[in-house]
């Protein structure tokens, strides 16, 4: 089967009036692409925002005539709301989980932390190699993400066997696993999303590691833990909020490792914490950053 793509930007006023026009001339799916790179970070609850340029791609069937649509649209009382041109595009169908899985590679983290698709067996490349088997699924985080990247090569430099780990907010539950796979002695995730306690679950079990390890809905989480490390990946304005909640979370002399922070963000997220940790100098990998540090006696 042949499927036809229709592609236009917008300004994010005017695409409901686009998308009902396409979705009108037959198209079976509209799908929405941030036009210029724009970070939407922090929405309020029950916001969803987007971005101020919009790409409006449309999908049809083989039996629709692009160019005709197209041409429509240059001869409608829409055009004056499509910013350049209209690009058009057909692809042939094919195995779209096949093409998918083959997009996701092992990935390295520091010298020896390896996370592979669980479709992939796991190359030995040493002898203190360590694997994770992690699918994208239900929750944020599969490595990929400069933030997700940072925590754990900090994770590989970080843990030793007896130490007792949180992962606060901990999505997919990649940092939780890597954890224990370094050698934790305990792993504590947290988060409010269900669908990421379950997500951790998932991936605990495909790793294998139940023992000491447990993920929890805040309310449901221990209050009375005092880790040897914490770690959260999370937006910056979440982290000041919490910033009290951390710190009691964490022993004396016991590790921070904060991530989820853009670079304009670091000084907010350093006079927050500063009172409660020794900060380290900012780890940075291309717009984002990770800082960590010591709580105070």
Known sequence: ??????????????????????????ACSVTYQDAKDQPILEPKAGENPLWDEVVLVALFTEEYQLSDIATS???????PNIIGDIHTREFADQDWTRTWMDGFKPM???????????WCTPEIL?????????????????????????????????V????????????????????????????????????????????????????????????????SIKADILIANILAGILIDLKEVIANFIKPHGKLALSGILQEQVDDII???????????????????LISGIRKP
Request: aromatic residues 8%; charged residues 20%.
């Open 73 to 79: 649209l240059d001869e409608s009382a829409l055009k």
């Open 160 to 223: 030793t066997a007896k130490d007792q780990v949180i992962d606060l907010g901990c999505g997919s539950g990649i940092l939780a696993v890597a954890a224990k796979k370094l050698g934790a002695h305990d792993v504590i995730a947290i988060d409010n999303d269900p669908q990421a306690i379950l997500a951790t679950h998932a991936n605990a079990e495909k790793n294998d590691i139940n023992a000491n390890f447990a993920a929890y809905l805040p309310d449901a989480s221990p209050k």
């Open 108 to 118: 390295q983290f520091g010298r020896r932390l390896w996370i592979y698709p669980s």
């Open 126 to 158: 040493s002898d203190d190699q360590v694997n994770i088997l992690l699918d994208p699924g239900l929750a944020f985080g599969t490595g990929t993400h400069q933030t997700t990247a940072l925590c754990l090569q900090w994770l590989e430099q970080h």
């Open 271 to 289: 006079k927050a914490f500063s009172p409660y940790f020794i900060l380290n100098e900012p780890t940075l990998k291309d717009e984002w950053t």
């Open 1 to 26: 089967m042949l499927w036809k793509e229709l592609s236009l930007t917008c300004l994010k006023a005017n695409l409901e009036a686009l998308e009902d026009y396409l979705l009108a001339q037959g």
